[in-house]
């Protein structure tokens, strides 16, 4: 890179650089585009059908998606075919044919390392990388919280590790059994597997003093950097917690050649969302009760045209997501290698996303 940067001087343009790391990130964004540019779209259709056991008006209407037919992955290219097989499935008859009931659960994703923490601050709080990791150094250097005085409130924010202090993880259980009962405490301790070639020079991105919630900074810290310590502390946390339990229902319906499935969802216990929710739609969507060999009443069918996406554009989440998933330069970094991709004017945001340049290309 400190080779090739003066000769992009001196035959480009002063100023820009070639280091290794932003080089391979840039190629990526390039590449990406240009996968976009030689897509061609597809057309194909989608139909859904609401459906009712009976028709008595105790039992509620429920929806369900074609999922095979011919028992292959449906593939309906043209308006023509969809109305064919519109057509048919009016002159079919919908059969439940089998019916799946289980329990489901959820556990907890581990406490943030270098990389996650960017990652999720870029998709839910819609901070930049540089700017996590500004506001991480200022939580980790200490903020003025009055009587208590300047308070380190996080651990070291560059890190690859998702190793937690036994001191740290036994106050965490304590606060969870004291604030919100011993059913949101795992049956033992919650420990978590740092990837293959990790470091683990320091722990996992944490609160220092877990007791200290969020409310309790709240009115000392400006808006940026709470919402920044409430995302750490609530991942933390939660990382402590029981599994989310659920009840999973899957029905498969048969209509002349087609297959379809309807599934359905009830919340047992919320065990770690209780706390790290963040928006996540954890509504209950229940089915009525069905069995084999139940004939169903045909509602509405839906058919609507859709065409093939061409891959996404990088964001910032996913690009840091990419270099760390291909071990291309270090989580420490990446703010500094997306910064510079953006201040040398290799790339432009477009909605949050990457596009290259002339220059970048």
């Not at 890190?159 to 405490?185: F, M, N, P």
């Not at 070639?197 to 919630?213: F, K, N, S």
Request: net charge positive.
């Amino acid at each position: 890179g400190y080779k090739i940067s003066p000769l992009l001087w001196k035959k480009v343009k002063r100023g820009l650089s070639a280091g290794r790391v932003q080089s391979v990130a840039l190629r990526l964004i390039v590449d990406r585009e240009k996968e976009r540019q030689k897509f061609v779209p597809e057309e194909y259709w989608v139909f859904k059908a609401i459906l009712e056991a009976s028709l008595d008006a105790k039992n509620k209407d429920f929806e369900a998606e074609l999922w095979k037919i011919n028992q292959k992955k449906p593939h309906i290219p043209s308006a023509q075919k969809a109305e064919e097989l519109e057509q048919t499935l009016y002159n079919s008859s919908f059969t439940v044919t089998e019916v799946i009931e289980k329990e489901r659960k959820r556990d907890p994703k581990p406490p943030f390392i270098t990389s996650t923490l960017q990652q999720e601050a870029s998709t839910r709080l819609n901070f930049s990388a540089k700017k996590t990791m500004t506001i991480a150094q200022r939580l980790y250097e200490g903020m003025d919280l009055g009587d208590m005085g300047t308070t380190a409130l996080i651990t070291y924010m560059r890190t690859d590790s998702v190793r937690i202090a036994k001191e740290a993880q036994a106050v965490a259980l304590g606060w969870i059994k004291e604030h919100l009962g011993e059913k949101y405490c795992p049956p033992k301790p919650r420990n978590f597997k740092s990837k293959k070639g990790a470091q683990d020079a320091h722990e996992a991105i944490r609160p220092v003093e877990p007791g200290l919630t969020p409310d309790m900074v709240k009115s000392y810290l400006p808006a940026d950097h709470f919402r920044l310590y409430s995302l750490i502390w609530q991942r933390f946390m939660a990382s402590q917690m029981a599994a989310a339990r659920f009840w999973d229902t899957v029905v498969t319906i048969k209509a002349g050649n087609t297959l379809w499935r309807a599934r359905g969802q009830r919340q047992i216990f919320p065990g770690f969302l209780k706390i790290y929710a963040h928006g996540e739609s954890q509504a209950d969507k229940e089915l009525p009760e069905l069995k084999e060999g139940q004939t169903l009443n045909l509602l509405k069918l839906s058919k609507e045209q859709k065409f093939t996406q061409p891959p996404p554009r990088f964001t910032e989440a996913s690009l840091v997501r990419k270099l760390e998933e291909l071990g291309i330069g270090r989580p420490s970094t990446y703010a500094a290698i997306i910064s510079t991709l953006a201040d040398r004017e290799y790339v432009t945001r477009q909605n949050k996303q990457f596009v290259p340049t002339e220059l970048g290309n």
